[in-house]
């Protein structure tokens, strides 16, 4: 081969349309895409560049090469899953379609990428804390608790927010986060058994620990599954199902506190709360998961109301359908919804779509099974696993046929 025709192989795509491909993905990345929305976004985007491209995401990197096959350039990002962020989502969503269409040059479309990352946080600290308190405080009654169930909820919750964000620059402490907090709630929900009166320890250690349940993973898992993302869900759902084990870890360790502290007080047990308080707790559920998910403020109403349509159509369908099937029925709603109002609001169908799956995904379930493996009830705690799996296929089923039925205009 003559060496002008060799370095002509070897030269790499065009450096610019390359540089934003790869930086629009890994913040993709970073804030939560899964893999199959990630890697058609990126598809798009360099077809519309005139790249030859083909792209792999994983949980903690990605995989990009250009150009023919006999002459690849393999790029190889790694990178570390982050907490989603919707409204980032929402504009990179946006700078890629403008990129598409031309309306900006690649080179102009990394500097946004750039300028979308350094913008600082929309919420603080304080309000984050807040709305790990009152999502505790919400769940608890979603779950049949009382103000008792409720308050040791709360606190915990409040607690265990206080600890995330004082280990959150810290790597080595923050892979602990997760038995050390469930360690706090099972021994504070134990503690105030004992101290003030009786109260149903599951509902207020599984309410306090509602944040760090990995119920939207496991979803996330099986949908990449469905979709033949096989690698991805698998190192996904992996992942989730560490989370649990190391949850059941620190609340069987807090469990402990039951045998050395006096039994709780006679005293009477709390009046049931009347319905109207479940409206107001799937309200307050709603938005802090908006704040949580970092959603942007207008965008909260629109979370309210299909989250809302989602946790009635689950409740609903689970009536006269059993749980699973009224799962299936949740998640159809939410996404033929979602996908509607994407579609008239020019927005990304995942804004409405991930908070009103944190109202039907099956964390409960999978930690429940695991407390009953703990306490050596093997019949209880498979049962209660084949739920969560069954719910959670329920749910990815849901969502697919939706986007079969309404199909949105946009990727994510």
């Given at each position: 081969m003559p060496p002008e025709e060799h370095a002509s192989l070897s030269e790499p795509p065009p450096g610019p349309a390359v540089a934003f491909t790869l930086r629009l993905g890994q913040a993709l990345h970073r804030y939560g895409t899964p893999a199959h929305r990630l890697e058609e976004q990126m598809r798009q985007v360099s077809e519309r560049l005139g790249l030859e491209a083909r792209f792999f995401s994983t949980p903690t990197s990605i995989f990009a090469s250009f150009g023919p096959p006999e002459a690849l350039r393999t790029s190889l990002i790694r990178t570390e899953p982050g907490a989603m962020d919707l409204e980032r989502l929402t504009l990179l969503d946006a700078l890629a379609l403008e990129?598409?269409?031309?309306?900006?040059?690649?080179?102009?479309?990394?500097?946004?990428?750039?300028?979308?990352?350094?913008?600082?946080?929309?919420?603080?600290?304080?309000?984050?804390?807040?709305?790990?308190?009152?999502?505790?405080?919400?769940?608890?009654?979603?779950?049949?608790?009382?103000?008792?169930?409720?308050?040791?909820?709360?606190?915990?919750?409040?607690?265990?927010?206080?600890?995330?964000?004082?280990?959150?620059?810290?790597?080595?402490?923050?892979?602990?986060?997760?038995?050390?907090?469930?360690?706090?709630?099972?021994?504070?929900?134990?503690?105030?058994?004992?101290?003030?009166?009786?109260?149903?320890?599951?509902?207020?250690?599984?309410?306090?620990?509602?944040?760090?349940?990995?119920?939207?993973?496991?979803?996330?898992?099986?949908?990449?599954?469905?979709?033949?993302?096989?690698?991805?869900?698998?190192?996904?759902?992996?992942?989730?199902?560490?989370?649990?084990?190391?949850?059941?870890?620190?609340?069987?360790?807090?469990?402990?506190?039951?045998?050395?502290?006096?039994?709780?007080?006679?005293?009477?047990?709390?009046?049931?709360?009347?319905?109207?308080?479940?409206?107001?707790?799937?309200?307050?559920?709603?938005?802090?998961?908006?704040?949580?998910?970092?959603?942007?403020?207008?965008?909260?109403?629109?979370?309210?109301?299909?989250?809302?349509?989602?946790?009635?159509?689950?409740?609903?369908?689970?009536?006269?359908?059993?749980?699973?099937?009224?799962?299936?029925?949740?998640?159809?709603?939410?996404?033929?919804?979602?996908n509607a109002l994407a579609r008239l609001r020019n927005r990304p169908s995942v804004v409405t779509i991930v908070p009103g799956m944190m109202l039907l995904v099956p964390g409960s379930l999978g930690f429940r099974s695991l407390e009953s493996l703990l306490a050596r009830d093997v019949l209880a705690g498979v049962g209660t696993a084949f739920s969560m799996v069954m719910v959670a296929v329920a749910i990815a089923a849901g969502l697919l046929i939706a986007n079969a039925l309404v199909p949105s205009r946009r990727v994510l």
């Open positions: 990129v598409i269409q031309g309306k900006l040059t690649p080179e102009a479309g990394a500097a946004r990428v750039e300028a979308i990352l350094a913008a600082p946080t929309r919420y603080g600290p304080l309000i984050t804390l807040l709305c790990w308190t009152v999502g505790a405080a919400a769940a608890a009654r979603l779950f049949g608790g009382g103000p008792r169930e409720m308050g040791v909820a709360a606190l915990s919750s409040l607690l265990i927010g206080v600890l995330e964000q004082l280990t959150r620059a810290r790597p080595t402490t923050a892979r602990v986060l997760e038995p050390v907090a469930a360690l706090l709630a099972s021994a504070l929900a134990v503690t105030a058994a004992s101290i003030i009166g009786p109260l149903s320890v599951q509902v207020a250690t599984l309410s306090g620990l509602i944040v760090l349940l990995p119920g939207l993973g496991l979803t996330v898992a099986l949908n990449e599954l469905a979709t033949r993302n096989l690698i991805s869900g698998s190192s996904r759902l992996i992942g989730a199902a560490m989370v649990f084990l190391q949850l059941a870890f620190g609340v069987a360790l807090g469990g402990k506190l039951a045998e050395l502290l006096p039994p709780a007080l006679p005293l009477p047990a709390p009046e049931p709360l009347p319905l109207w308080t479940a409206l107001v707790a799937l309200a307050v559920a709603a938005l802090a998961v908006t704040v949580l998910f970092r959603a942007r403020p207008q965008d909260a109403v629109w979370i309210i109301l299909l989250g809302g349509l989602a946790f009635g159509g689950a409740r609903f369908g689970a009536q006269g359908l059993g749980p699973e099937l009224g799962a299936f029925v949740g998640a159809l709603l939410l996404g033929m919804a979602s």
